[in-house]
T-cell receptor
Framework: DVKVTQSSRYLVKRTGEKVFLECVQDMDHENMFWYRQDPGLGLRLIYFSYDVKMKEKGDIPEGYSVSREKKERFSLILESASTNQTSMYLC??????????????FGPGTRLTVT | RKEVEQDPGPFNVPEGATVAFNCTYSNSASQSFFWYRQDCRKEPKLLMSVYSSGNEDGRFTAQLNRASQYISLLIRDSKLSDSATYLCAVNTGGFKTIFGAGTRLFVKA
């Protein structure tokens, strides 16, 4: 079974703090993703990575950065947290070979509150 | 127009009912299609991929209609445990997958 883990389930930070969210997958997947999910807006892609040290902007990258130094780990960084970044953050991974291309597997999510 | 659209529901059905969800997509070049299930305050979990010929997994049947650009999910003999939000997802052949906002299902005794 694919396992994707995230460093925290719940996080409370203050406005202006730098926030690190970490994600680790154990399936040797090439692709990793960061989404945020808000009521009524669904899943929105922040950044994704298709290889170590490679990253691509998603639909809403402003205010975020990412790091992928190892294949299994993908970090999301909020450089200066703001209240409008209060959300559920979901990490996902997927492979790129075989019949299961693009099937994404999600971590349990981090519910971030910025006060 | 959103790239992937779903009826948000909620769908309220009694146990044992058959319920169907549709999901429309705008990009005719889309190649891969999926249904995910998401329980309250949990992560989405892959329910099934949707193949061109349609596919079935127990009480769940997924179909693809490329001409009309929609996918569907049919749940037969609904159980209380089927209560969840169902997300459709569409991939256009690159790394990016677009998710619908989800359809909420409540199955009642």
């Amino acid at each position: 079974d694919v396992k994707v883990t995230q460093s925290s389930r719940y996080l409370v930070k203050r406005t202006g703090e730098k926030v690190f969210l970490e994600c680790v997958q154990d399936m040797d997947h090439e692709n990793m993703f960061w989404y945020r999910q808000d009521p009524g807006l669904g899943l929105r892609l922040i950044y994704f990575s298709y290889d170590v040290k490679m990253k691509e902007k998603g639909d809403i990258p402003e205010g975020y950065s990412v790091s992928r130094e190892k294949k299994e780990r993908f970090s999301l960084i909020l450089e200066s947290a703001s209240t409008n970044q209060t959300s559920m953050y979901l990490c996902a991974s997927s492979g790129t070979s075989g019949s299961q291309d693009y099937e994404q597997y999600f971590g349990p999510g981090t519910r971030l509150t910025v006060t | 127009r959103k790239e992937v659209e779903q009826d948000p529901g909620p769908f309220n059905v009694p146990e044992g009912a058959t319920v169907a969800f549709n999901c429309t997509y705008s990009n005719s070049a889309s190649q891969s299609f999926f249904w995910y299930r998401q329980d309250c305050r949990k992560e989405p979990k892959l329910l099934m991929s949707v193949y061109s010929s349609g596919n079935e997994d127990g009480r769940f049947t997924a179909q693809l209609n490329r001409a009309s650009q929609y996918i569907s999910l049919l749940i037969r003999d609904s159980k209380l445990s089927d209560s969840a939000t169902y997300l459709c997802a569409v991939n256009t052949g690159g790394f990016k997958t677009i998710f619908g906002a989800g359809t909420r299902l409540f199955v009642k005794a």
